[in-house]
């Protein structure tokens, strides 16, 4: 069965950390690039970061650009989301989502994703 789990979120308070993991199961893992999202209450999905399988190269939203780290572990077919200097602007339901290309294409952020996970919210508050 092709899936998308993520896990990991919860309640922070500013400044904080989270690590989010979206683990695979279903599919060759090692052959998809791996993006991240993000949806707010009343806005649009944002993308947040994505993560290449042919090189591991990696791109991110300006938003999230210095405190947010996107990684691979192909083994574990696993990718996390190590989010730092968590900012109240940064709550959301984030998703991972995987992309069959390889790589992350210069429109990660806007391009048709061939499999999505469910979600994990994310609450960054005082």
């Known amino acids: 069965q092709l899936q998308l789990v993520e896990s990991g979120g919860g309640l922070v308070q500013p400044g904080g950390s989270l690590r989010l993991s979206c683990a695979a199961s279903?599919?060759?893992?090692?052959?998809?690039?791996i993006g991240w999202f993000r949806q707010a209450p009343g806005k649009e999905r944002e993308g947040v970061s994505c993560i290449s399988s042919s090189d591991g190269s990696t791109k991110y939203a300006d938003s999230v650009k210095g405190r947010f780290t996107i990684s691979r572990d192909n083994a574990k077919k696993t990718v996390y989301l190590q989010m730092n200097s968590l900012k109240p602007e940064d709550t959301a339901i984030y998703y991972c989502?995987?992309?069959?290309?390889?790589?992350?294409?210069?429109?990660?952020?806007?391009?048709?994703?061939?499999?999505w996970g469910q979600g994990t919210q994310v609450t960054v508050s005082s």
């Open positions: 279903g599919f060759t893992f090692h052959y998809y690039a």
């Open positions: 989502a995987a992309d069959s290309r390889p790589y992350c294409v210069g429109r990660w952020m806007e391009i048709s994703y061939d499999y």
